[in-house]
């Protein structure tokens, strides 16, 4: 039996979405953590392509990390340390993003 048998056999709608989260809601948490931990990142200066990496990225931190203290978020954003250089992240911002 597969899992898409098991969950119809006992009633439980097997396309249902346990994790949902839009990109607007995921940019949007990353925005407050950038606001607290390194706000001088002009985000609105990220060129599309990192901006979208830096959105889309957030799924699996969303997966791997708790959400307190903006842990999700903070991974993401570690993630891309090189596209937030270029949009203004220095040094002590690096380091308060570093919850590890």
């Not at 009633?11 to 940019?27: G, S």
């Amino acid at each position: 039996m597969n899992a898409k048998e098991l969950l119809k056999q006992k009633k439980i709608d097997p396309n249902k979405p346990i994790l949902q989260i839009t990109r607007e809601d995921a940019l949007s948490g990353i925005m407050n953590a950038m606001e607290e931990f390194c706000p001088s990142v002009k985000i609105e200066e990220m060129p599309k392509k990192d901006l979208e990496k830096l959105v889309d990225s957030s799924g699996e931190d969303v997966v791997n990390y708790h959400p307190e203290d903006y842990h999700q978020e903070r991974s993401t954003l570690l993630g891309c340390i090189a596209e937030l250089k270029k949009c203004g992240l220095n040094s002590e911002d690096e380091d308060r993003l570093d919850f590890c």
